[in-house]
């Protein structure tokens, strides 16, 4: 029932900007996480940024100063605003979630349920 629906990936020149956005559909618990991944060819799938239904943030290392993940309760989205842009931030991005019980869990997972990606490609 849950699906998750990438948007905003393409082609960006080193130090641009693109904002990623996932749309869940089919959510029928209030505590979950979203996430970002990240993949590209030959390397290991990389947690970018979390948020949970509670407001936590999580930031991944890649992350930290240029991307930033937000939610819009009212549109019922949540965002990745990805800014100054390198050639090593290209792969496949997926959004990612899944449901949480109390207050023990990982941002690493395990994600039940995952969209299709979206490639996101920054020339030099």
């Known amino acids: 029932q849950v699906q998750l629906a990438e948007s905003g990936g393409g082609f960006v020149q080193a130090g641009g900007s693109l904002r990623l956005s996932c749309a869940p559909s089919g959510v029928t618990s209030s505590k979950y996480v979203i996430s970002w991944f990240r993949q590209a060819p030959g390397r290991e799938r990389e947690l970018v940024a979390g948020?949970?239904?509670?407001?936590?943030?999580f930031n991944g290392d890649s992350a930290l100063g240029r991307f930033t993940i937000s939610r819009d309760n009212a549109k019922n989205l949540v965002f990745l605003q990805m800014n100054s842009l390198k050639p090593e931030d290209t792969a496949v991005y997926y959004c990612a979630g899944m449901y949480v019980a109390g207050s023990v869990w990982s941002w690493d997972g395990p994600y039940d349920y995952w969209g299709q990606g979206t490639q996101v490609t920054v020339s030099s």
């Open positions: 948020i949970s239904s509670r407001g936590q943030i």
